[in-house]
Each structure stands twice: as structure tokens, then as C-alpha cells.
């Protein structure tokens, strides 16, 4: 959910530095998801 959020805000972003933003942000979402996972294990 978040992520897609993510996603669209990053296709709808104007100009380099908000789409920086964006990309990191998603970035850091996806290695917090892929940590969270390799606890539940």
C-alpha cells in the first residue's frame, strides 16, 4: 500500500530533487520491509 503510494507520488513528481526524495524514500521503505521479513523468519 505504502509502497504504491510511493510509486505514483514518484511518477507524479516535478522536478529532480523531489523525485531524489521519492527514490530514496522507497528505497529505504523496501530495505525496512526486507528486514522486518528476515525477523519474522
Not at 507520488?9 to 528476515?38: G, K, P, S, V
Request: proline share 0%; aromatic share 4%; glycine share 0%.
Amino acid at each position: 500500500m505504502l509502497m504504491r503510494d510511493a510509486e505514483m507520488a514518484l511518477m507524479e513528481c516535478r522536478d529532480e530533487q523531489e523525485h531524489r526524495y521519492f527514490r530514496n524514500l522507497m528505497e529505504r521503505l523496501h530495505r525496512t520491509r526486507t528486514l522486518l521479513e528476515q525477523d519474522t523468519l
